[in-house]
């Protein structure tokens, strides 16, 4: 990392994803040495009046769970949270702003004449109600202007607008005020190993060269399953639904990295100029080729509307218009308050021409990407059941990260993201125009579905989810493997 007096300000700093994701992976930074105290120092800022004491007592509460007994990770900790500092006020207020730019400028000041460069990021752990607002405080009276040599960068998080329309509002109002090369569109789905892993897999590996198309695969599965509900969060959730939860933005970049094309190199603008690509190949989605579904309960939240019609669960199916993929149906799929947790990549290659074994009764070639939990690759495969019989069974190759790499910690996805923002690598972060491609996919059937064309079915929890989603996975191709 560059060296030069850091300020990292959180705003939101009081609420929930501040607490359990942001600060969190800015702990486990300082941890590990990427920030050091003689540079850097966080500042919260959020309308709860209370001091920078209470702050950073409250996150000790949390951050030191399951760190009880060690007497060096407390020490660690106290040491993480003499960095914090906290500035009460709201998100339109002018005093407020300026208040925050007095004390990051107080603490510039105090460390700039041994470190010269002076950074700033700005992480809006907000709803994006607020966005416009903070973005436009921050460019006002928190911006770096004494420093050309230093930067100002701002992190945001989804939901960026709830369709076309308003995103494209979003972006131009934030687009006015700073550059995109300042703005950071967090999709956490992009810091998580296996997401991190899936070019290097494709683009590195002689291998999938020759098997990465139309004429070797027959479906792709890409699957988010959890096994609770909204829990706490039904407000928002019903709101927004699965759609744009997960599958318009985790999902779909996920679907980028499995079907773009190979990158001129690995510039950051070159891999996103492929993910737009693939995007804008996207044809529109038929309403025979989804499934919605909302699990039972879901309406018993009271901030949840009686008469709701927002999907828990949902199957899409997109299909690409491109030399590689015509005809390959990729399923995406994702589901809350489901029978397990999990996220998977699911690569279903076609049967053997002129099969001598009668082998596919088994089950096809499939090569899975687990992504969570318990990172893994595997390919199924049909090999000779051991032993004396000249039989044939389907067996695994099978790469289990926890096996196979004992000693390597997988850091946390917002660790990863946060640290690229401060080296300035915007390659996991999404592009306005990329954003834009993601809407243009989905908006469509998100306006059919707030039309009533569309309804959700419903399913128990604990359950695979409606027996619709199935029945249209079959019919799309994918054919139920045994084993794994
Ligand atoms: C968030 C969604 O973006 O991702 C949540 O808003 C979801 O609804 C979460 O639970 C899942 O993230 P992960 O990393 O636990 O798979």
Redesign the pocket.
């Known amino acids: 990392l560059e060296s030069g007096c850091l300020s990292i300000v959180v705003l939101g700093a009081s609420g929930d994803l501040a607490k359990k994701k942001t600060f969190p992976a800015l702990f486990h930074l300082f941890r590990q040495g990427f920030l050091q105290s003689n540079e850097v120092h966080i500042f919260g800022y959020a309308r709860t009046k209370i001091s920078s004491e209470e702050l950073r007592e409250r996150l000790r509460g949390y951050l030191s769970k399951g760190k009880e007994d060690s007497v060096e990770e407390l020490d660690y900790l106290s040491k993480f949270l003499q960095l914090i500092k906290y500035v009460s006020g709201s998100y339109d207020s002018e005093e407020g702003f300026q208040l925050l730019n007095k004390e990051i400028l107080e603490h510039e000041s105090s460390k700039r004449s041994q470190l010269g460069t002076s950074r700033r990021l700005f992480y809006l752990a907000l709803p994006p109600s607020v966005y416009p607002s903070v973005c436009k405080m921050i460019r006002n009276y928190c911006m770096n202007q004494s420093d050309l040599t230093g930067w100002t960068r701002i992190i945001v998080e ?1 939901p960026f607008g709830k369709d076309l329309g308003s995103s494209e509002e979003l972006s131009a109002q934030l687009g006015e005020l700073f550059d995109e090369k300042q703005l950071y569109r967090i999709d ?2 992009l810091g ?1 190993e296996l997401v991190q892993n899936l070019l290097v897999v494709r683009f590195a590996n002689r291998f999938f060269l020759p098997l990465w198309n139309r004429d070797n695969i027959d479906n792709v599965q890409i699957v ?1 399953r ?1 096994d609770f509900g909204t829990e706490g ?1 039904g407000g928002y ?1 019903d709101e927004y639904g699965i759609i744009r ?2 599958i318009q ?2 999902l779909l970049q996920v679907f980028c990295l499995v079907a773009m094309e190979k990158p001129v190199s690995l510039k950051p603008e070159h891999i996103r100029d492929e993910k737009v690509k693939v995007l804008q190949s996207v044809l529109p989605i038929k309403l025979e080729e989804v499934v919605l579904g909302q699990y039972d309960g879901y309406k018993d939240d009271q901030t949840v509307s009686p008469n709701s019609n927002t999907p828990t669960f949902a199957t899409v199916i997109l299909r690409i218009h491109n030399e590689r993929w015509e005809g390959v149906p990729f399923i995406l799929k994702a589901g ?1 308050a489901l029978n397990s947790r999990k ?1 998977e990549i699911r690569v279903q290659f076609k049967e053997v021409p002129g099969d001598i074994y009668k082998c596919q009764k088994q089950g096809r070639n499939e090569f899975v990407i687990r992504l ?1 939990p318990l990172e893994a690759m595997y390919m199924k495969l049909t090999v000779k059941k051991p032993g004396l019989e000249m039989s044939t069974i389907q067996s695994e190759l099978d790469l289990s990260y926890k096996q196979r790499y004992q000693d390597v910690a997988i850091p946390e ?1 917002y660790e990863r993201l946060i640290l690229d923002t401060i080296r300035g690598d915007q390659q996991h972060f999404v592009r306005r125009d990329e954003l834009k491609a993601a809407w243009e996919i989905f908006t469509p059937l998100l306006h059919r579905i707030e039309d009533g064309e569309l309804k959700p079915l419903p399913y128990k929890p604990g359950s695979r989810g409606p027996a619709e989603a199935d029945q249209l996975l079959a019919k799309a191709g994918y054919v139920q493997t045994h084993g794994y």
């Open positions: 989804k956490h789905y998580k988010f959890e969060r959730f939860d997960i933005n985790h809350k996220a969570q996805a």
